[in-house]
C-alpha cells in the first residue's frame, strides 16, 4: 500500500539497465515521435510555402543562438551532475543540477522577452503559417523545459541527502534530449529562410 | 452480385461489380475453409472422447506443412486480389479518358450544387446553367467533373455509379464518369458534414441527349441562372440550420 | 473484494481511489471500462433505434434530432474505442496479468501507474461532461475530421469540439504512461529463470500494443495540439484559406488510428491464446511462429494507414502503394489465426464458457478479417468505403475483440481476480445471447452497405434508392438484433455480481493452467508472492510425456 | 542501482565537448549570413546533425547504452520518416495526379521543389 516502499520489481534488472534509466529512454522514444510529428508537419508546410521566408526572417537569429549556448551550457552542468552523482558526491551534484536549472529559467526570460518583442510588432500565433508554427514548436518545447527545470529540482532536493543519486543521470538523459529538439528547432525557426 | 440490390448505371460499375465477386469467392473459400476446419477440430478432439492430449509443439515439419502451404496460397490469392484492385483503381481513379462534357460539383453544407456550360458549350459564361440538388446528364457521354468544397469536407458518391471522392476545401479534385443508362440516381455525401448531413442528398438525371438539349434551353435564361446562383461565401448558421430543422 | 489480506484496513480513499497496488487499480479500470461500456451500448440503442424505427420516439432518450444523432454516433465510437476496448484489454487485463504472469509483486513503477488510470478516469469525465455543454456534444464523427471540427460555425457545437479533443488528448497521456511502465516492467522484472520465449504470449502482445501505441501516438498528439489551437487560437494549420492543410489531420489521425486496431487487437489475440492452450490442454502451436508474426503485423500496421483515405482526396497514385501494404498484412494475421486453430488439433478440449468465448472470437474475427479485404483493396473501395458494409466489417473485429474476447478474459480469470467461480449455466445463456444476436445485427448491414446505405445518416427519407422498405426491414431486423444482445447483457452483470459471494470459491488453480498467476492464492494477496517464483519452463506445458498430471506449472523444477 | 549506473560510463572531459558544440554554434551562425542557400542549410543543418550526435554520444553515453537503445531511438525516427514519406505527396505539393490547390499562391514553384513517391 505505502507508495514509498519500493517494490522488488522496481529493484531487478533482466535487461541489465536500471528500471529508472529504461523508463526514461522509453519517455525519451515517445517524446521523439511526438515533436517527430510536429517537425514533420512543418516541414513539409515550410516547403510548400517558400513565401513564409519572409515571415521567417523577422525572427531574431541572436537571440535564438544565444539561447542554444544557453542550453548547451545547463547540459554541461547536467552531465558534470551525473559525474557527480556517480563519485556520490550528492551534494554538489544537486548544485550543478540547480545551475542546470538556473539555465533553464534563464533560457524562457530571453525567449520571454523575444516573444514579447513578437507580439509587440504584431506577430502573434494566428497571424500566418510560420508564426502558428514558432508558436506551438517553440511553446512545446518551452514547456518541457520548465517540466524539466521542476523535475530537476525535486531531484536536486533528494540528491542534496544522497538519496535517489541514480535520478540525476535520468533527468540528466531528458535534459540533453530536450537541448537536442532545440538544436534543431534553431536552425528550422531562426535560420531557413 | 451487387447489381441485384443497387442498379449500375456507369460504365465502370461493372468493373467494380466483377472485383466484388473475384474477392468475394476467394476469401469466401478461405472463410468457409477457416471455420469447417475449427469446428471439425472442435468435435473430434472433445475431451469426452476419452483421447489423451497429444505433446506438439508445432515445430515438427509433417505438422507445419498445414502452416506453410495454406500461408504460400495465401500469398498468391493476395497478389491476384492486388492485380484487380490496382487494375480497377487505375482505370476508374487515375486514367482519365478525353472528356466530352465537364461539369463542376461544389459540395456546401448542406446542399450539391453544379454549374455546367449552357448552350454555347463554354463554362464560366453568362448562360452557365448552376442548379442546386439536381445534375442533369447525357447517357453515353464522357464527362469530367471538377469537385470543390466551399466549406468542410464532403464526399460526392453515386452509388448508381460505384462513384465516391471526397471534395476538399481549397482543392479541385478531376474525375470522370460515364452515364450508361438512363433514369434518375440518387447523389448521397458519404463524409460527416454537419448537421444536414442526412439533408445533404441530391439527383442526377441521365437523359437522352434530345431531353438534355431540351433541359438546356430551359435553364440557361441567365435571369434564371442569376437567381439560382449560390451565395460566394459560406453560408451563415442559422439559415441552413433552420433547414435543417425542418 | 478485499486485495490486501494481511494488511490493516487503509480508509475507503486509499484503498479504492489512491491505490498503488496493481490489483486495485486493474479493477479500477475494468469497472470504469464497464461503466462506459454501459454509456456506449445505451447510445448504440439510441441509434438503432433511429434507424430502425425512424423519427419514433426512443424510450429513455425521446426524439432523436439530427444534431442528437451525430453526437450520439460520434460519442458511441470514441467511447467504445478509447474508453472501453483499451482500458479493458491493455489496462485492466495489463495491470492484473503483467506482474502475475512474470512472477514480481507489482509493476516497476506503481505510482507512475496510479497516474496513469487517475489521468485517464479525468478524460473519461471531460469526455462525459461534454454532453453537458452549450451545443451539446460533439458531432462530427470520431475520426474529427477538419474543418468541421475546428470551425465551431461548421460544427455547431465549439465547446463539445474543445472538451472531445482534450477528452482525447488526455486519455492518450494515460495509456502513454501506462504502455511504457507495461514494457519497462516486463523487460526489467522478469521472474529469474523467465526467459524471452517463456513469457506468456498475453504479456508479449500486451507489451507489443503499448510499444505500438507508443510509436504511433506521437504524430497524432502533435496533431491535436494544431486542431486544439485551430478551434481556440484561430490558427489555421487546417485551414486552406489560410496555407493550412485538412488532409494533414487525415494522416495524423490514421497515422495512429490504424495502427490503434491492432493496439486492441493484440491483446485479445493473447487472451485467446492463453484460454485456447488451457482448455485444449495443448502448447500454443508454434509459440515462436506466433511472435514473429506479431512482430511482423505490429510493423506493418504502421504502413497502411491510408487505405481509410483512399477516396479522401489524397494523390491516386499513392493508393496503390497502401491497397499492396494492406492486403499483406493479411499475411501474419491469417497465419497467427491458423496457428490458434492448429492448437486444437491433439487436444482433449473441453467447452467451458471461457473457451467457448475463445472459440467464439476465433469464428467471428475471421468473417471481420476476411471482409476487410474487400475494403483494404481500392478498386472495391470506392463504392463501399463509407457505406455499412464498412460500418458492419469494424464491427465484425471491433466486438470480437473488445467484447468478445473480453468476455473470455473475465470468465477465465475472474475467479483468480474475486476468489470464487462464475456461474457456468448463466455463462453460457450469456454466451448464446450475445453471440447470436450479434450476427443478427451485422449480416443484414453488410447487405445494405452492399446497397448503397452511407454512415451517419439519422434518416434516408431523402435518398430515394435507400428507402426502399426492403432495406428498411433489414434495419429494422438488425436493431431488434440489438435489443436482444443488450437484454442478455443482463444476465452477465447479475452473474458477475451475485457470484462476487455466492460463486463457489476457486482455489488457487481452478483451470488446471501452467502460468505463474495460478500459483498464488485467489484473490492475490498484497505483494502476490508469498515467495518470489523461479521459472523453469515455458508457459504452455500441456500433456507433457511421462508426467503424472497433464501440466507442468512454469515454477516447479523437474 | 548507482553501482550500475557508475558501471557503465567513464566521463570524458565534457567541457572539451562542450567547447566544440559552441565551436560549431558560431559556425552555424555565420554560416547562416552567408547569401548562398545551400550554405545557409548546409551550415544550419548538417551542423545541427553534427551537434546532436555529439551531445547524444558524450552526453546521454548512447554509445556505451546497450545496443537496442540506440536501435529503439533509429526505429522511432524511422517511422517518423515513413510519415512523411507518406504523407508529403499530399500536403507538401500543390498540384498532383488531377488535383490541385488553387488557393496557394505559387503550386508551380513549391510543386516542382518536391518530387512524389
Given at each position: 500500500?505505502?507508495?514509498?516502499?519500493?517494490p522488488?520489481?522496481?529493484?531487478?534488472?533482466?535487461?541489465?539497465?536500471?528500471?529508472?534509466?529504461?523508463?526514461?529512454?522509453?519517455?525519451?522514444?515517445s517524446?521523439?515521435?511526438?515533436f517527430?510529428?510536429?517537425?514533420?508537419?512543418?516541414v513539409?508546410?515550410?516547403?510548400?510555402?517558400?513565401?513564409?521566408?519572409?515571415?521567417?526572417?523577422?525572427?531574431?537569429?541572436w537571440?535564438?543562438a544565444?539561447?542554444?549556448?544557453?542550453?548547451?551550457?545547463?547540459?554541461?552542468?547536467?552531465?558534470?551532475?551525473?559525474?557527480?552523482?556517480?563519485?556520490?558526491?550528492?551534494p554538489?551534484?544537486?548544485?550543478?543540477?540547480?545551475?542546470?536549472?538556473?539555465?533553464?529559467?534563464?533560457?524562457?526570460t530571453?525567449?520571454?522577452?523575444?516573444?514579447?518583442?513578437?507580439?509587440?510588432?504584431?506577430?502573434?500565433?494566428?497571424?500566418?503559417?510560420?508564426?502558428?508554427?514558432?508558436?506551438?514548436?517553440?511553446g512545446?518545447?518551452?514547456?518541457?523545459?520548465?517540466?524539466?527545470?521542476?523535475?530537476?529540482?525535486?531531484v536536486?532536493?533528494?540528491?542534496?541527502k544522497?538519496?535517489?543519486l541514480?535520478?540525476?543521470e535520468?533527468?540528466?538523459?531528458?535534459?540533453?534530449?530536450?537541448?537536442i529538439?532545440?538544436?534543431?528547432?534553431?536552425?528550422?525557426?531562426?535560420?531557413?529562410? | 452480385?451487387l447489381e441485384?440490390?443497387?442498379?449500375?448505371a456507369?460504365?465502370?460499375?461493372?468493373?467494380?461489380?466483377?472485383?466484388?465477386?473475384?474477392?468475394?469467392?476467394i476469401?469466401?473459400?478461405?472463410?468457409i475453409?477457416?471455420e469447417t476446419?475449427?469446428?471439425t477440430?472442435v468435435?473430434k478432439?472433445?475431451?469426452?472422447?476419452?483421447?489423451?492430449?497429444q505433446?506438439?509443439?508445432g515445430?515438427?515439419?509433417?505438422l507445419k506443412?498445414?502452416i506453410?502451404?495454406?500461408?504460400a496460397?495465401?500469398?498468391?490469392?493476395?497478389?491476384?486480389?492486388i492485380?484487380?484492385?490496382?487494375s480497377?483503381?487505375?482505370?476508374?481513379?487515375q486514367?482519365?479518358?478525353?472528356?466530352?462534357?465537364?461539369v463542376?460539383?461544389?459540395?456546401?453544407?448542406?446542399?450539391?450544387?453544379?454549374q455546367?456550360?449552357?448552350?454555347?458549350?463554354?463554362?464560366?459564361?453568362?448562360?452557365?446553367?448552376?442548379?442546386?440538388?439536381?445534375?442533369?446528364?447525357?447517357?453515353?457521354?464522357t464527362?469530367?467533373?471538377?469537385?470543390?468544397?466551399?466549406?468542410?469536407?464532403?464526399?460526392?458518391?453515386?452509388?448508381?455509379f460505384?462513384?465516391?471522392?471526397?471534395?476538399?476545401?481549397?482543392r479541385t479534385i478531376?474525375?470522370?464518369?460515364?452515364?450508361?443508362?438512363?433514369?434518375?440516381?440518387d447523389?448521397?455525401?458519404?463524409?460527416m458534414?454537419g448537421?444536414?448531413?442526412?439533408?445533404?442528398a441530391?439527383r442526377?438525371?441521365?437523359?437522352?441527349?434530345q431531353?438534355?438539349?431540351?433541359?438546356?434551353?430551359?435553364?440557361?435564361?441567365?435571369?434564371a441562372?442569376g437567381?439560382?446562383a449560390?451565395?460566394?461565401?459560406?453560408?451563415?448558421?442559422?439559415?441552413t440550420l433552420?433547414?435543417?430543422?425542418? | 473484494?478485499?486485495?490486501?489480506v494481511?494488511?490493516a484496513?487503509?480508509?475507503?480513499?486509499?484503498?479504492?481511489?489512491?491505490?498503488?497496488?496493481?490489483?486495485?487499480?486493474?479493477?479500477?479500470y475494468?469497472?470504469?471500462?464497464?461503466?462506459?461500456?454501459?454509456?456506449g451500448?445505451?447510445?448504440?440503442?439510441?441509434?438503432?433505434m433511429?434507424?430502425?424505427?425512424?423519427n419514433?420516439?426512443?424510450?429513455g432518450?425521446?426524439?432523436?434530432t439530427?444534431?442528437?444523432?451525430?453526437?450520439v454516433?460520434?460519442?458511441h465510437?470514441?467511447?467504445?474505442?478509447?474508453?472501453?476496448?483499451?482500458?479493458?484489454?491493455i489496462?485492466?487485463?495489463?495491470?492484473?496479468?503483467?506482474?502475475?504472469?512474470?512472477?514480481c509483486?507489482?509493476?516497476?513503477?506503481?505510482?507512475?501507474?496510479?497516474?496513469?488510470?487517475?489521468?485517464?478516469?479525468l478524460?473519461?469525465?471531460?469526455?462525459?461532461?461534454?454532453f453537458?455543454?452549450?451545443?451539446?456534444?460533439?458531432?462530427?464523427?470520431?475520426t474529427?475530421?477538419?474543418?468541421?471540427?475546428?470551425t465551431g460555425?461548421?460544427n455547431?457545437?465549439?465547446?463539445g469540439?474543445?472538451?472531445?479533443?482534450?477528452a482525447?488528448?488526455?486519455?492518450?497521456?494515460?495509456?502513454?504512461?501506462g504502455?511504457?511502465?507495461?514494457?519497462?516492467?516486463?523487460?526489467?522484472?522478469?521472474?529469474?529463470?523467465m526467459?524471452?520465449?517463456?513469457?506468456?504470449i498475453?504479456?508479449?502482445?500486451?507489451?507489443?500494443?503499448?510499444?505500438?501505441?507508443?510509436?504511433?501516438?506521437?504524430?497524432l498528439?502533435?496533431?491535436?495540439v494544431?486542431?486544439?489551437?485551430d478551434q481556440?487560437?484561430?490558427?489555421?494549420?487546417?485551414?486552406?484559406?489560410?496555407?493550412?492543410?485538412?488532409?494533414?489531420?487525415?494522416?495524423?489521425?490514421?497515422f495512429f488510428?490504424?495502427p490503434?486496431?491492432y493496439?486492441v487487437?493484440?491483446p485479445?489475440m493473447?487472451?485467446?491464446?492463453?484460454?485456447?492452450?488451457?482448455?485444449?490442454?495443448?502448447?500454443?502451436?508454434g509459440?515462436?511462429?506466433?511472435?514473429?508474426?506479431?512482430?511482423?503485423?505490429?510493423f506493418?500496421?504502421?504502413?497502411?494507414?491510408a487505405?481509410?483515405?483512399f477516396v479522401?482526396?489524397i494523390?491516386?497514385r499513392?493508393?496503390?502503394?497502401?491497397?499492396?501494404?494492406?492486403?499483406?498484412?493479411?499475411?501474419?494475421?491469417?497465419?497467427?489465426?491458423?496457428?490458434?486453430i492448429?492448437?486444437?488439433?491433439?487436444?482433449?478440449i473441453t467447452?467451458?464458457?471461457?473457451?467457448?468465448?475463445?472459440?467464439?472470437?476465433i469464428?467471428?474475427?475471421?468473417?471481420?478479417?476476411?471482409t476487410?479485404?474487400?475494403?483494404?483493396s481500392?478498386?472495391?473501395?470506392?463504392y463501399?468505403?463509407?457505406?455499412?458494409?464498412l460500418?458492419a466489417?469494424?464491427?465484425?473485429t471491433f466486438?470480437?475483440?473488445?467484447?468478445?474476447?473480453v468476455?473470455?478474459g473475465?470468465?477465465?480469470?475472474?475467479?483468480?481476480?474475486f476468489?470464487?467461480?462464475?456461474?457456468e449455466?448463466?455463462?453460457?445463456?450469456?454466451?448464446?445471447?450475445?453471440?447470436?444476436?450479434?450476427?443478427?445485427?451485422?449480416?443484414p448491414?453488410?447487405?445494405?452497405?452492399?446497397?448503397?446505405?452511407?454512415?451517419?445518416i439519422?434518416?434516408?427519407?431523402?435518398?430515394?434508392e435507400?428507402?426502399?422498405?426492403?432495406?428498411?426491414?433489414l434495419?429494422?431486423t438488425?436493431?431488434i438484433?440489438?435489443?436482444?444482445?443488450?437484454?442478455?447483457?443482463?444476465?452477465?452483470?447479475?452473474?458477475?455480481?451475485?457470484?462476487?459471494?455466492?460463486?463457489?470459491?476457486a482455489?488457487?488453480?481452478?483451470w488446471?493452467?501452467?502460468?505463474?498467476?495460478?500459483?498464488?492464492p485467489?484473490?492475490?494477496?498484497?505483494g502476490?508472492?508469498?515467495?518470489?517464483p523461479t521459472v523453469?519452463?515455458?508457459?504452455?506445458?500441456y500433456?507433457?510425456?511421462?508426467?503424472?498430471?497433464?501440466?507442468?506449472?512454469q515454477n516447479?523444477?523437474? | 542501482?548507482?553501482?550500475e549506473?557508475?558501471?557503465?560510463?567513464?566521463?570524458?572531459?565534457?567541457?572539451?565537448?562542450?567547447?566544440?558544440?559552441v565551436?560549431?554554434?558560431?559556425?552555424?551562425?555565420?554560416?547562416?549570413?552567408s547569401?548562398?542557400?545551400?550554405?545557409?542549410?548546409?551550415?544550419?543543418?548538417?551542423?545541427?546533425?553534427?551537434?546532436?550526435?555529439?551531445?547524444?554520444?558524450?552526453?546521454?553515453?548512447?554509445?556505451?547504452?546497450?545496443?537496442?537503445?540506440?536501435?529503439?531511438?533509429?526505429?522511432?525516427?524511422?517511422?517518423?520518416?515513413i510519415?512523411?514519406?507518406?504523407?508529403?505527396?499530399?500536403?507538401?505539393?500543390?498540384?498532383?495526379?488531377?488535383?490541385i490547390?488553387?488557393?496557394?499562391?505559387?503550386?508551380?514553384v513549391?510543386g516542382?521543389?518536391?518530387?512524389?513517391?
Amino acid at each position: 500500500m505505502s507508495s514509498s516502499a519500493k517494490p522488488i520489481a522496481n529493484t531487478r534488472s533482466a535487461t541489465g539497465i536500471p528500471s529508472a534509466r529504461l523508463i526514461t529512454w522509453w519517455v525519451i522514444a515517445s517524446e521523439i515521435v511526438i515533436f517527430g510529428g510536429l517537425l514533420a508537419s512543418y516541414v513539409m508546410h515550410r516547403i510548400g510555402h517558400p513565401e513564409w521566408a519572409e515571415a521567417a526572417s523577422h525572427t531574431n537569429t541572436w537571440a535564438g543562438a544565444f539561447n542554444t549556448l544557453v542550453l548547451l551550457t545547463s547540459s554541461l552542468c547536467a552531465v558534470m551532475a551525473h559525474k557527480a552523482a556517480d563519485a556520490h558526491q550528492g551534494p554538489r551534484a544537486a548544485k550543478l543540477l540547480r545551475l542546470t536549472a538556473l539555465g533553464g529559467l534563464l533560457f524562457l526570460t530571453i525567449k520571454g522577452f523575444e516573444w514579447a518583442k513578437d507580439i509587440h510588432e504584431g506577430f502573434v500565433i494566428s497571424s500566418g503559417g510560420f508564426w502558428s508554427y514558432y508558436y506551438t514548436l517553440a511553446g512545446l518545447h518551452g514547456l518541457h523545459v520548465l517540466a524539466g527545470m521542476v523535475i530537476m529540482l525535486v531531484v536536486a532536493s533528494d540528491a542534496a541527502k544522497n538519496e535517489e543519486l541514480q535520478r540525476v543521470e535520468c533527468i540528466g538523459l531528458y535534459w540533453h534530449f530536450v537541448d537536442i529538439v532545440w538544436i534543431f528547432l534553431f536552425p528550422l525557426l531562426y535560420i531557413a529562410r | 452480385m451487387l447489381e441485384r440490390y443497387l442498379t449500375a448505371a456507369s460504365t465502370y460499375a461493372h468493373s467494380i461489380d466483377h472485383l466484388f465477386i473475384l474477392i468475394a469467392a476467394i476469401v469466401g473459400f478461405w472463410l468457409i475453409a477457416a471455420e469447417t476446419i475449427m469446428f471439425t477440430l472442435v468435435f473430434k478432439f472433445r475431451a469426452k472422447n476419452g483421447r489423451p492430449t497429444q505433446y506438439i509443439t508445432g515445430e515438427e515439419k509433417h505438422l507445419k506443412r498445414w502452416i506453410t502451404i495454406p500461408h504460400a496460397m495465401v500469398l498468391v490469392c493476395d497478389v491476384v486480389i492486388i492485380i484487380g484492385a490496382i487494375s480497377v483503381w487505375y482505370n476508374i481513379k487515375q486514367n482519365m479518358p478525353v472528356a466530352d462534357e465537364t461539369v463542376r460539383v461544389i459540395g456546401q453544407q448542406w446542399a450539391w450544387s453544379f454549374q455546367q456550360a449552357g448552350p454555347d458549350g463554354v463554362m464560366d459564361t453568362p448562360d452557365d446553367i448552376r442548379s442546386v440538388g439536381e445534375l442533369h446528364v447525357k447517357i453515353n457521354t464522357t464527362y469530367h467533373f471538377e469537385l470543390m468544397s466551399r466549406d468542410v469536407v464532403h464526399s460526392f458518391a453515386v452509388p448508381a455509379f460505384r462513384l465516391k471522392q471526397d471534395a476538399l476545401p481549397g482543392r479541385t479534385i478531376t474525375g470522370w464518369f460515364r452515364p450508361n443508362r438512363l433514369g434518375t440516381y440518387d447523389i448521397q455525401c458519404t463524409q460527416m458534414c454537419g448537421l444536414g448531413h442526412a439533408l445533404m442528398a441530391g439527383r442526377i438525371v441521365v437523359e437522352t441527349p434530345q431531353d438534355h438539349a431540351a433541359w438546356l434551353m430551359r435553364n440557361s435564361n441567365p435571369a434564371a441562372a442569376g437567381l439560382q446562383a449560390l451565395p460566394a461565401s459560406p453560408p451563415d448558421g442559422t439559415l441552413t440550420l433552420a433547414e435543417a430543422r425542418r | 473484494m478485499s486485495t490486501q489480506v494481511e494488511h490493516a484496513e487503509p480508509s475507503f480513499f486509499h484503498k479504492y481511489m489512491w491505490s498503488t497496488d496493481h490489483k486495485m487499480i486493474a479493477k479500477q479500470y475494468l469497472f470504469t471500462g464497464m461503466v462506459m461500456a454501459m454509456i456506449g451500448g445505451f447510445l448504440a440503442y439510441v441509434f438503432r433505434m433511429q434507424q430502425g424505427f425512424p423519427n419514433q420516439y426512443v424510450p429513455g432518450f425521446g426524439l432523436v434530432t439530427p444534431g442528437k444523432y451525430n453526437a450520439v454516433v460520434t460519442m458511441h465510437g470514441t467511447i467504445m474505442i478509447f474508453w472501453v476496448a483499451m482500458p479493458v484489454l491493455i489496462a485492466a487485463f495489463g495491470n492484473f496479468l503483467i506482474p502475475l504472469m512474470i512472477g514480481c509483486d507489482d509493476m516497476a513503477f506503481p505510482r507512475i501507474n496510479r497516474l496513469s488510470y487517475q489521468i485517464f478516469l479525468l478524460s473519461a469525465i471531460v469526455l462525459l461532461l461534454s454532453f453537458l455543454v452549450k451545443g451539446g456534444a460533439f458531432g462530427g464523427a470520431w475520426t474529427a475530421y477538419p474543418p468541421l471540427s475546428s470551425t465551431g460555425a461548421y460544427n455547431l457545437t465549439p465547446a463539445g469540439a474543445v472538451l472531445w479533443l482534450l477528452a482525447v488528448a488526455l486519455e492518450f497521456v494515460a495509456f502513454l504512461l501506462g504502455g511504457i511502465n507495461f514494457t519497462v516492467t516486463v523487460m526489467n522484472s522478469r521472474a529469474p529463470g523467465m526467459k524471452m520465449y517463456d513469457i506468456p504470449i498475453l504479456v508479449w502482445m500486451i507489451v507489443l500494443a503499448s510499444v505500438l501505441f507508443m510509436v504511433s501516438v506521437g504524430p497524432l498528439i502533435a496533431g491535436a495540439v494544431l486542431l486544439l489551437f485551430d478551434q481556440t487560437m484561430s490558427t489555421g494549420f487546417y485551414d486552406p484559406t489560410r496555407g493550412g492543410d485538412p488532409l494533414l489531420w487525415q494522416h495524423l489521425f490514421w497515422f495512429f488510428g490504424h495502427p490503434e486496431v491492432y493496439v486492441v487487437l493484440l491483446p485479445a489475440m493473447g487472451i485467446v491464446a492463453e484460454v485456447v492452450a488451457v482448455f485444449a490442454r495443448k502448447k500454443v502451436f508454434g509459440y515462436k511462429t506466433v511472435l514473429y508474426t506479431t512482430w511482423a503485423v505490429g510493423f506493418l500496421s504502421m504502413v497502411v494507414w491510408a487505405h481509410h483515405q483512399f477516396v479522401a482526396g489524397i494523390d491516386p497514385r499513392m493508393a496503390n502503394i497502401f491497397s499492396i501494404t494492406t492486403l499483406m498484412i493479411s499475411i501474419p494475421i491469417t497465419e497467427m489465426v491458423f496457428l490458434y486453430i492448429a492448437t486444437l488439433y491433439g487436444g482433449s478440449i473441453t467447452l467451458d464458457t471461457p473457451m467457448l468465448w475463445a472459440l467464439g472470437f476465433i469464428a467471428e474475427f475471421l468473417i471481420g478479417g476476411v471482409t476487410g479485404i474487400f475494403l483494404g483493396s481500392s478498386g472495391t473501395d470506392i463504392y463501399l468505403h463509407d457505406t455499412y458494409f464498412l460500418v458492419a466489417h469494424f464491427h465484425y473485429t471491433f466486438v470480437p475483440i473488445a467484447i468478445i474476447s473480453v468476455f473470455a478474459g473475465i470468465t477465465f480469470w475472474y475467479p483468480k481476480m474475486f476468489g470464487r467461480m462464475l456461474n457456468e449455466t448463466l455463462g453460457k445463456i450469456h454466451f448464446w445471447g450475445t453471440v447470436i444476436p450479434f450476427n443478427v445485427i451485422f449480416i443484414p448491414l453488410f447487405i445494405t452497405g452492399t446497397a448503397g446505405d452511407q454512415r451517419r445518416i439519422y434518416s434516408y427519407a431523402q435518398f430515394a434508392e435507400q428507402s426502399r422498405p426492403a432495406l428498411q426491414h433489414l434495419r429494422t431486423t438488425s436493431t431488434i438484433a440489438l435489443l436482444v444482445m443488450l437484454a442478455f447483457q443482463f444476465v452477465f452483470l447479475f452473474n458477475f455480481f451475485w457470484s462476487l459471494r455466492n460463486g463457489k470459491t476457486a482455489g488457487d488453480n481452478p483451470w488446471r493452467s501452467t502460468t505463474l498467476e495460478w500459483t498464488v492464492p485467489s484473490p492475490p494477496p498484497h505483494g502476490n508472492f508469498a515467495v518470489l517464483p523461479t521459472v523453469y519452463r515455458g508457459p504452455y506445458e500441456y500433456g507433457l510425456p511421462g508426467r503424472a498430471d497433464d501440466f507442468a506449472p512454469q515454477n516447479v523444477p523437474d | 542501482m548507482t553501482t550500475e549506473a557508475e558501471a557503465h560510463v567513464h566521463h570524458p572531459n565534457y567541457v572539451k565537448i562542450w567547447a566544440i558544440l559552441v565551436a560549431l554554434l558560431l559556425v552555424s551562425v555565420l554560416g547562416s549570413m552567408s547569401h548562398v542557400r545551400e550554405v545557409v542549410l548546409i551550415a544550419a543543418f548538417g551542423i545541427a546533425i553534427v551537434k546532436a550526435y555529439l551531445v547524444a554520444r558524450n552526453f546521454m553515453h548512447v554509445n556505451v547504452e546497450k545496443r537496442w537503445v540506440p536501435y529503439l531511438l533509429i526505429v522511432c525516427l524511422l517511422f517518423i520518416g515513413i510519415l512523411f514519406a507518406g504523407v508529403a505527396p499530399d500536403i507538401m505539393n500543390h498540384v498532383g495526379q488531377h488535383w490541385i490547390n488553387p488557393v496557394v499562391n505559387q503550386p508551380a514553384v513549391s510543386g516542382a521543389a518536391t518530387k512524389n513517391e
